[in-house]
T-cell receptor, first 112, second 113 residues
Framework: GAGVSQSPSNKVTEKGKDVELRCDPI?????LYWYRQSLGQGLEFLIY????????KSGLPSDRFSAERTGGSVSTLTIQRTQQEDSAVYLC??????????FGSGTQLSVL | EDQVTQSPEALRLQEGESSSLNCSYT??????LFWYRQDPGKGPEFLFT???AGEEKEKERLKATLTKKESFLHITAPKPEDSATYLC??????????????FGRGTQLTVWP
């Protein structure tokens, strides 16, 4: 596609449920990032995939968070046993290695 | 620890009233400094990359400059459509993940007619 695509655009879930967020990066971009943006806060780095290398998971806030990238393209961010503090906008970005990031429009996650 | 601080947090300008946004940073070996624009409900949109002190880049009414400690985003004769949140981010060297950006909290700019 022409840009980074994220789905769903909005997700409302109950505390304790698991959620999956999807990111479809720009074709040909080898790097893929997940960031989280909470109200009034800066973008918080979560995880980074580069080609076939082991992902950098250093930003994941707890073991309830995990992500995978299949076939070097689509990525899924999974949050298990969601908590209210997980409510935020989850942004995905892709880039050619080391170059500027292109962001999707994000998934607004609300945990009730 | 790598840090990025933006000021002011919010800025209101009358149309045509020029001003500057500030981004100060402390990183271990700057690889690049990025400016993004973010509209409500959308992801950040790339504006500029600066790599070395003294570098300047321009796009329409925007001009970004870089020193060894900070960057400025100058807005000349702004229009209401320039209203957005402007984000600054740095890409660090050393042991940081290649490509990982550290973001400031942004400056929310409002331009009124």
């Amino acid at each position: 596609g022409a840009g980074v695509s994220q789905s769903p655009s909005n997700k409302v879930t109950e505390k304790g449920k698991d959620v999956e967020l999807r990111c479809d990066p720009i074709s040909g971009h080898t790097a893929l990032y997940w960031y989280r943006q909470s109200l009034g806060q800066g973008l918080e780095f979560l995880i980074y995939f580069q080609g076939n290398s082991a992902p950098d998971k250093s930003g994941l806030p707890s073991d309830r968070f995990s992500a995978e990238r299949t076939g070097g393209s689509v990525s899924t961010l999974t949050i298990q046993r969601t908590q209210q503090e997980d409510s935020a906008v989850y942004l995905c970005a892709s880039s050619r290695q080391g170059a500027k990031l292109f962001f999707g429009s994000g998934t607004q996650l609300s945990v009730l | 620890e790598d840090q990025v601080t933006q000021s002011p947090e919010a800025l209101r300008l009358q149309e045509g009233e020029s001003s500057s946004l500030n981004c100060s940073y402390t990183v271990s070996g700057l690889r690049g400094l990025f400016w993004y624009r973010q509209d409500p409900g959308k992801g950040p949109e790339f504006l500029f990359t600066l790599y070395s002190a003294g570098e300047e880049k321009e796009k329409e009414r925007l001009k970004a400059t870089l020193t060894k400690k900070e960057s400025f985003l100058h807005i000349t004769a702004p229009k209401p459509e320039d209203s957005a949140t402007y984000l600054c981010a740095v890409q660090a060297g050393g042991g940081s993940t290649l490509g990982r950006l550290y973001f400031g909290r942004g400056t929310q700019l409002t331009v009124w007619p």
